[in-house]
């Protein structure tokens, strides 16, 4: 079994926050382990609680349609979400939520070992860069540590509403040629977490 794996054994049984008392099945995401592109997404909503995968209501398939813009499918991207489980009615996730389930986000990203994180969303967003907004930042790429972290709209929020909606569509398509030069990038083992990074 991968680590990866043993990671997901772990999460699914998970008991460090009060989520764990409310869900039908944890999230702890999916894709390629090698994945060189990772999403990161808020929190499970309904249907993702149901079925145990993130991205899997409407948030996601607008997603997928957003990869479908340039040439992925999403089964060649590695999708995960800042908490694991979710919280009852889709509320934001609590800062004590976020810190139970840190360990698990910095583990997943320490095995995948991404070159790009495109975050999705504020909650995301603010992992690495704690002292802004999003609308100021979205689509502005950061090179930290041979990765590139590229924060964005979260589908959920773009899709009904039409300036959010051409600024995800737009960021978008900026991510083939970032990823080309993220992987040139030289692998410098980045910092699992990066909020001491705040560079914007
Ligand atoms: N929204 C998220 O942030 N994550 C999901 O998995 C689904 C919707």
Not at 62 to 67: A, H, S, T, V, W
Not at 81 to 87: A, D
Request: with cysteine; hydrophobic share 35%; net charge negative.
């Amino acid at each position: 079994m991968s680590e990866l794996t043993e990671l997901y054994e772990e999460i699914a049984v998970c008991q460090r926050c009060i989520l764990a008392q409310g869900r039908t099945k944890a999230v702890p995401g999916e894709g390629p382990e090698d994945a060189t592109l990772l999403f990161m997404g808020e929190a499970p909503g309904f249907h993702e609680d149901r079925q145990g995968r993130p991205f899997v209501g409407a948030a996601g398939k607008f997603l997928e349609e957003l990869l479908a813009s340039i040439d992925l499918k999403r089964e060649e991207v590695y999708i995960c979400n800042v908490i694991k489980c979710r919280p009852p009615g889709n509320r934001d996730p609590s800062p004590a939520e976020i810190e139970a389930c840190r360990a698990y986000l910095d583990r997943q990203i320490e095995l995948i070992n991404p070159k790009m994180i495109v975050t999705l969303g504020r909650f995301s967003m603010a992992r690495y860069f704690p002292k802004t907004s999003i609308s100021r930042i979205h689509g502005q790429p950061k090179r930290i540590g041979g990765r590139i972290y590229y924060p964005m709209f979260h589908p959920a929020a773009a899709l009904h509403q039409p300036k959010y909606r051409s600024a995800i569509e737009e960021d978008m398509l900026k991510i083939p040629q970032l990823l080309a030069e993220a992987e040139q990038m030289v692998d410098e083992k980045p910092p699992p977490q990066a909020e001491q990074l705040s560079l914007f």
